[in-house]
């Protein structure tokens, strides 16, 4: 079986920063891409940022200069560094790992999810 457990978010001041992390659990062979995604109030899930293995990055246009997504291939964690937070940002930010566990064949798994909420 196999866990994404997430932890950071919470409440915020615009312009401030939160650091997201995401560490991967279970009986795991291999993880591929690894990425976060948000859904914002009365919307759909969106990409926020995805890594791969070999640390290429790819962000939504929105993002792109505030935050920063990085790995720690050994502790099969992903981060997410955000930084001049807007209210726009709030949302339920979700951690994805596309990776391969033990008997199963390669697939996506998700975190739980956690809030965050940027106030003005």
């Known amino acids: 079986q196999v866990h994404l457990v997430e932890s950071g978010g919470g409440l915020v001041q615009a312009g401030g920063s939160v650091r997201l992390s995401c560490a991967a659990s279970?009986?795991?062979?291999?993880?591929?891409?690894m990425g976060w995604y948000r859904r914002l109030p009365g919307k759909q899930r969106e990409l926020v940022a995805i890594?791969?293995?070999?640390?290429?990055?790819n962000y939504a246009e929105s993002v792109k200069g505030r935050f920063t997504i990085s790995r720690d291939n050994a502790k099969k964690t992903v981060y997410l560094q955000m930084h001049s937070l807007n209210p726009e940002d709030t949302a339920v930010y979700y951690c994805?790992?596309?990776?391969?566990?033990?008997?199963?064949?390669?697939?996506?798994?998700w975190g739980q999810g956690t809030q965050v909420t940027v106030s003005s």
């Open positions: 890594i791969t293995p070999g640390g290429s990055t």
């Open positions: 994805n790992a596309y990776l391969h566990a033990l008997r199963l064949p390669p697939n996506d798994y």
């Open positions: 279970g009986s795991i062979v291999s993880v591929n891409a």
